[in-house]
């Protein structure tokens, strides 16, 4: 995880974003799909309607993942404010630890106790940027731009061992291969256009029937 | 600094709220929506082209550093990081450290090629 920040860190050195705003994207988004394109799209120049509805977009995973943290560690008879606190932390690393570690945290106390986490990890990385930031600037380049590769490279990676349906893997394929044809046709929209074409594209080619693969 | 604050302000309808919205929703679902609905798999697959797209927009135009690296380089990076996550069973990690040495090494061995 400090390793996909501190690439975070060397990107936004590479692309000029402010340093302080690049650190704060962890703590108002906090999922880095979305803090990656919020920083190209800022940079490309791209209006804020449509910067706010690709982040969205790459946010929805964050849904399945809330439930599945939140239906582990919630108590039926309990106030819901904390659920609402916990679900602001909901990314993909608390998702794994729930599955991993909380087998040692009694039932009554898993809840705090993930807030407590997720409030530690999402400071360290407000800490970590900066350190991706200024490693890029003293790096010889191609050991930065290695380091600036490595956020693609984990995300694609990501994608593919996160996919269970075919139409994911579609929707991989799809994305990939429909933006540089999108960002010929409208460079403003490349991404929302590649993203919302290529994705409805591969559901409805690849129509999911097997269900109960998200639990 | 006042263009950190411009940006922050813009962050926070386009940042925050894009994004705790499906939280929000998580939370709310629990309880009612069927995580894996019509509607909520189409926006999933939406999602996972939109981040494909974004890696390839990494790759294929980046901004700073890694421009200087040829484009062929950086594609075979990525066919190698695929190659070794499934070589290795899998493996995220593998996969991901693959692409980022092989970006790396082409590089230094082939020049600008």
Redesign the interface.
């Known amino acids: 995880m400090a390793c996909s920040f501190i690439g975070f860190g060397a990107?936004i050195?590479?692309?000029?974003?402010?340093?302080?705003?690049g650190a704060?994207?962890s703590v108002?988004?906090?999922?880095l799909?979305?803090?990656?394109?919020?920083v190209?799209m800022?940079?490309s120049g791209a209006v804020?309607?449509l910067?706010?509805?690709?982040?969205?977009?790459?946010?929805?995973?964050?849904?399945?993942?809330?439930?599945g943290v939140?239906?582990k560690v919630?108590l039926a008879n309990a106030a819901?404010w904390p659920?609402?606190l916990l679900?602001?932390f909901?990314a993909v690393t608390l998702w794994v630890l729930s599955v991993t570690s909380l087998s040692n945290v009694p039932r009554p106390q898993q809840l705090p106790w993930l807030v407590g986490l997720g409030f530690a990890l999402m400071w360290s990385m407000v800490v970590v940027v900066p350190v991706g930031y200024y490693l890029?600037d003293i790096l010889p380049?191609?050991?930065?731009?290695?380091?600036?590769?490595?956020?693609?490279?984990?995300?694609?990676?990501?994608?593919?061992?996160s996919?269970k349906?075919r139409?994911?893997y579609?929707?991989?394929?799809?994305?990939?291969l429909?933006?540089?044809v999108?960002?010929q046709l409208a460079p403003d929209f490349?991404?929302?256009l590649?993203?919302?074409?290529?994705?409805?594209l591969?559901?409805f080619m690849f129509r999911?029937r097997r269900?109960?693969?998200?639990k | 600094m006042s263009a950190s604050l411009w940006v922050l302000a813009a962050m926070v309808p386009a940042g925050l709220v894009a994004t705790y919205f499906w939280r929000v929703l998580g939370v709310v679902a629990v309880t009612r929506i069927d995580p894996e609905s019509d509607v909520l798999l189409w926006v999933r697959a939406v999602s996972t082209a939109l981040v494909a797209a974004l890696v390839m927009r990494m790759v294929i135009v980046p901004s700073g550093v890694l421009a200087d690296i040829a484009l062929w380089h950086r594609l075979a990076a990525v066919i190698i990081a695929i190659a070794v996550f499934y070589m290795a069973s899998r493996s995220t990690n593998a996969g991901t450290f693959a692409g980022v040495i092989a970006v790396a090494l082409l590089h230094v061995m082939l020049g600008q090629g």
Request: charged share 10%; proline share 7%; glycine share 8%.
């Open positions: 990107l050195h590479d692309t000029g974003f402010p340093l302080l705003a704060l994207t108002l988004i906090w999922a799909p979305g803090q990656v394109l919020f190209t800022w940079q804020l309607p910067i706010a509805a690709a982040v969205s977009l790459t946010a929805v995973r964050l849904l399945p993942m809330t439930i939140l239906g919630r819901r659920e609402f679900a602001y909901c890029a380049p191609t050991m930065s731009a290695a380091m600036v590769f490595f956020t693609p490279s984990f995300f694609l990676i990501s994608l593919m061992a996919a349906w139409f994911d579609a929707a991989i394929a799809l994305g990939c429909l933006y540089p999108a960002r490349d991404l929302l590649a993203g919302v074409g290529g994705g409805t591969a559901f999911p269900r109960g693969l998200l």
